[in-house]
């Protein structure tokens, strides 16, 4: 296994991943198909840093991240027009993620997404990916760093607690001071 930076020529791969790892709407329902890669992988793989974990020189895992809330809020404008287009509930589901992230952006300016195709889990691939993507944001002088995570999800959470992230409030936000 190793960690690459993301270049465009993965972005089918990369989706797929995403779709992989989502719900089970995302993998049979056209439209949270198309909200999924929308609103946790397009915008970040068209503007943002990313690391792909390879095996056989194809992805099968990455981690996503936004280094600034501001500049990706106004990144996202052009995906949040398409996710409009899906309907409800998908641009309020936009809109709460915004504000929710919005609320802690001044302490943890960054966020990020990690997947992993499951056959590649529990290995410690993605202690291997969050390492990477600590010392890459260290590096750029991000003060912090948060995410979302679903709190029925017991593995991920636990997974996060390890990594040293703490919960930010009781809807599965989670940060990790960095500075």
């Known amino acids: ?17 995403c779709i992989a790892t989502a719900s089970e709407r995302a993998r049979t329902q056209k439209r949270h198909h198309d909200f999924s890669l929308l609103m946790y992988c397009d915008e970040y793989l068209d503007r943002e840093k990313c690391l792909m974990l390879m095996a056989d020189d194809k992805p099968v895992g990455y981690v996503l991240c936004a280094e600034d809330y501001s500049a990706w809020k106004q990144n996202m404008a052009p995906y949040a027009k398409q996710i409009e287009a899906l309907g409800d509930p998908y641009p309020k589901r936009v ?13 943890y300016p960054a966020h990020m997404h990690i ?24 590096k750029d002088g991000v003060k912090g760093l948060m995410l979302g995570v679903d709190l029925n999800n017991t593995r991920a959470v636990s997974f996060y607690k390890k990594m040293g992230f703490t919960p930010l409030n009781d809807m599965g936000l989670m940060g990790l001071k960095l500075q």
């Open 115 to 138: 997947d992993i195709l499951e056959q590649y889990t529990g290995g410690g691939n993605g202690t291997a990916l969050f390492h990477a993507l600590i010392e890459m944001l260290k």
């Open 1 to 17: 296994m190793k960690i690459e930076m993301y270049t465009p020529e993965y972005k089918q791969a990369m989706e797929d991943i």
């Open 95 to 107: 809109h709460d993620g915004m504000a929710m992230y919005g609320a802690y952006a001044s302490e």
